[in-house]
C-alpha cells in the first residue's frame, strides 16, 4: 500500500493514506450476529475483491486541508495543499500548486516552501543527498516516530487469512447521503497497533463499498486517539478508487502535542 509521508502537516498525512482497491459484496439483509452465519458473506466480500483491476499506475488532483486544533478542538491553523499526485509502480511524485496558511486570521503563500520539500523527497528516493536544513532531521525523526501503515489486511481485513485475527457481526442498516446501506462491524481480537476495526457501509444493490469508518485498535505511544474515514467512488471506466480521506490525531506529550483533522478530496483522476 501507498502511504503519505512528510512537516507537521505531512505528518498527519502519513498516518491517512492508504488507497485501497477493492470492493465488498453485500449478503441479504437477514439478520447475521453469529460467526457461523457471516462467513458466507465474508467469502463472497473476500471474492468480489478479486474482481477489480489493481490500480498500480494513476494521476490525480488532491485538495489538503490540515486543521490543527488548540486543546479545545477548536481551529488554530488551517493549511490548504492542492496539487498534483503522481503513483506508478515505481514511486510516488507530487507538484504543490498551491499552498495557503491561515492562522489568526491571516493568509500566506507557502507553495514555495512545500515544493522545495517535495524536491527535497524526490532527491531522497533518487539516493541523491538532501539539502540541510534547520530542524530536518529533529522533524524526519518525529515523523518516523508517527507514521503508522494503513494496510490492505488491516484496513479490509475479509481475506480468509486476515479474518482470522478478527470478529465480525451485521448491524442494522443505516441511510447514508439519503440511501439504506447495509453495515458491516469489525473488532480486532487482540488489540494492536498494526489492527484497525470498525465499521464498513455497502451499497446492497450495486455491491460497491461506499465508505469506512475506522479506529486504531490499540493506540501506539503519545497516542490518546487515531481515527479514519475513508469514502470510495467507482470511476467511469469500473476501477475501484478513493474519493475523500478524513483523519483525526491526537497525539504527543505535554510540552509538545498534536491535535489536527486532515481531509483530502480527490479529482481529476486518470488511471494509465
Do not use: C
Not at 516552501?113 to 539516493?127: C, D, P, V
Not at 475506522?214 to 470511476?235: A, G, R
Amino acid at each position: 500500500m501507498t502511504l503519505f509521508r512528510s512537516s507537521l502537516v505531512s505528518v498527519a498525512l502519513a498516518l491517512l493514506w492508504a488507497a485501497v482497491f477493492v470492493a465488498l459484496r453485500p449478503a441479504s439483509h437477514a439478520s447475521l450476529s453469529q460467526a457461523g452465519d457471516i462467513d458466507p458473506l465474508l467469502d463472497r466480500i473476500a471474492e468480489r475483491a478479486k474482481s477489480y483491476q489493481e490500480v498500480k499506475n494513476w494521476r490525480a488532483t488532491t485538495l489538503t486541508v490540515a486543521t490543527e486544533m488548540d486543546k479545545n478542538w477548536k481551529p488554530k491553523k488551517t493549511t490548504r495543499i492542492k496539487k498534483t499526485v503522481t503513483v506508478t509502480e515505481s514511486g510516488r511524485s507530487e507538484k504543490v500548486l498551491e499552498a495557503l496558511q491561515t492562522e489568526k486570521g491571516s493568509t500566506k503563500d507557502i507553495t514555495a516552501e512545500y515544493n522545495r520539500e517535495a524536491e527535497e523527497r524526490r532527491r531522497t528516493a533518487q539516493g541523491q543527498p538532501a539539502e540541510k536544513s534547520p530542524g530536518n532531521d529533529d522533524k524526519k525523526d518525529e515523523e518516523n516516530r508517527m507514521s503508522r501503515s494503513l494496510g490492505l489486511g488491516e484496513i479490509l481485513p475479509f481475506s480468509e487469512k486476515e479474518r482470522e485475527g478478527f470478529t465480525f457481526a451485521r448491524r442494522p442498516d443505516e441511510e447514508l447521503d439519503g440511501r439504506t446501506v447495509l453495515v458491516l462491524e469489525s473488532k480486532a481480537k487482540i488489540k494492536d497497533e498494526k489492527f484497525w476495526e470498525g465499521l464498513y457501509f455497502i451499497d446492497p444493490e450495486s455491491d460497491t463499498l461506499l465508505s469506512v469508518r475506522l479506529t486504531i485498535s490499540k493506540n501506539p505511544k503519545f497516542v490518546k486517539e487515531l481515527s479514519t474515514e475513508i469514502d470510495f467512488q467507482v470511476l467511469p471506466d469500473g476501477h475501484f478508487f478513493v474519493k475523500k480521506t478524513r483523519m483525526k490525531i491526537n497525539a504527543g506529550m505535554v510540552i509538545k502535542h498534536i491535535r489536527m483533522v486532515v481531509e483530502e478530496d480527490y479529482s481529476d483522476i486518470e488511471i494509465f
